[in-house]
């Protein structure tokens, strides 16, 4: 038994069992906790998938003048290595079952990012019978970011919230352009 000031653990079963559960106790006490969250604030990989013109801006962001890789965000290929899905603008309806599939295939612990007037209240497509909001598709939002187009520096800045909240910081939920 492995005792500290708030919790204990209670090591049962068999040794495979016993070591899964005293890393995942290890896994959520300081300065693990900590040193795990500031990996992953720093390792945010989204998967390439563009639902609109929004998209353009966030290539911007990682293109050679803003660099998303020095904040750690690095575009992945695949949805089964991503942790950060970025919905970038208009989605359809079409669109949006695609987006839950991918966010669905993303391993935990992962983050969602919704950028463009379009995807947060409709922009100018509001009137229109296919157009989902990012809060509608039933996935959580973490950050939203207003704006059309929502401007590279406004995508940077809302990644340097996620990232705070993700160290544990509060952090606005939505990024005043
Ligand atoms: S917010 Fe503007 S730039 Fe972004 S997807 Fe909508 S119309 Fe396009």
Not at 83 to 89: F, K, M, R
Not at 121 to 130: D, P, T
Not at 132 to 155: F, M, N
Request: hydrophobic fraction near 40%; include cysteine.
């Amino acid at each position: 038994m492995i005792t500290t000031e708030k919790q204990e653990l209670l090591l049962t079963g068999n040794v495979e069992s016993a070591a899964k559960k005293a890393a995942k106790w290890l896994l959520e006490r300081k300065p693990v906790k900590t040193l795990r969250d500031w990996g992953i604030s720093f390792s945010l990989w989204p998967p390439h998938l563009t639902t609109s013109c929004c998209g353009t801006e966030f290539g911007a962001f990682a293109a050679a003048r803003f660099d998303s890789e020095r904040f750690g965000l690095l575009p992945f290929s695949g949805a089964r290595q991503s942790n950060l899905l970025v919905i970038e603008g208009t989605m359809t309806r079409k669109m949006a079952r695609a987006v839950r599939v991918v966010y669905e295939q993303m391993p935990e612990p992962k983050y969602v990012i919704a950028m463009g007037a379009c995807s947060l209240e409709g922009g100018i497509f509001w009137n229109s019978y296919n157009l989902v909001l990012a809060s509608e598709i039933g996935i959580p939002v973490d950050i939203y970011l207003p704006g059309c187009p929502t401007r590279p520096e406004a995508l940077a800045r809302g990644l340097l919230m996620l990232q705070q909240r993700i160290r544990g910081k509060t952090a606005q939920a939505v990024v005043n352009t």
